[in-house]
């Protein structure tokens, strides 16, 4: 079983439409959950964490919530250049440093 | 600030070939960790480091190698190549502790196993 889902795996929007990507997890005990945007033929660059039910960042267009089961990203006002895979991830419920990924969503805005 | 590297940025080899994939980082973090990535499966970890030669299996290690024998170096190996390791490499560094535990992710290797 997945223990990070993200939907919709792809979503296509209109520059100016604003939007919000789903990032639901099954891990007990949350530690931290993770926001990366990753362009083609790149590196994934980190945006955000968040470590407890209720918590918000924002940066931008972007804002990013953290319920009990789930994290949103909300894009408000896209522009063609938050074109990108937007990936969610959260930290092993184990103890150790790594991150489990969901497989993004990969977002496209059209002018 | 050099940051993270990794080399070479793309390799075609032939199956059973041995393979080296290069990561250097220059903020001398302590943990370091290789991922593949590939359509529809996403990231998958396949090996971690939380400091010179301390190393840990993550989801998919079979056929894969790894040292540290200096914090900013961590390279993998692959021992005998196969079709099923074309991927996507990518290295990544974090500091220890709340707070700090976003990863920092090298450009990728490109690696095609023919």
């Known amino acids: 079983e997945d223990q990070v889902t993200q939907s919709p795996e792809a979503l296509r929007l209109q520059e100016g439409e604003s939007s919000s990507l789903n990032c639901s997890y099954t891990v007990s005990g949350l530690r931290g959950l993770f926001w990366y945007r990753q362009d083609p033929g790149k590196g994934p660059e980190f945006l955000f964490t968040l470590y407890s039910a209720g918590e918000e960042k924002e940066k931008e267009r972007l804002k990013a919530t953290l319920t009990k089961k789930e994290s949103f990203l909300h894009i408000t006002a896209p522009k063609p250049e938050d074109s990108a895979t937007y990936l969610c991830a959260v930290q092993d419920p184990g103890g150790s440093e790594k991150l489990v990924f969901g497989k993004g969503t990969k977002l496209t805005v059209n002018p | 600030d050099a940051g993270i590297t990794q080399s070479p940025r793309y390799k075609i080899t032939e199956t059973g070939r041995q393979v080296t994939l290069m990561c250097h980082q220059t903020?001398?973090?302590?943990?370091m960790f290789w991922y593949r990535q590939d359509l529809g499966h996403g990231l998958r970890l396949i090996y971690y480091?939380?400091?010179?030669?301390?190393?840990d299996k993550g989801e998919v290690p079979d056929g894969y190698v790894v040292s540290r024998s200096k914090t900013e170096n961590f390279p993998l190996t692959l021992e005998s190549a196969t079709r099923s390791q074309t991927s996507v490499y990518f290295c990544?560094?974090?500091?220890?502790?709340?707070?700090?535990?976003?990863?920092?992710f090298g450009s990728g290797t490109q690696l095609s196993v023919l």
């Open positions: 480091s939380a400091a010179a030669d301390i190393t």
């Open positions: 990544a560094s974090s500091k220890p502790g709340r707070g700090n535990e976003k990863l920092f």
């Open positions: 903020w001398s973090h302590s943990y």
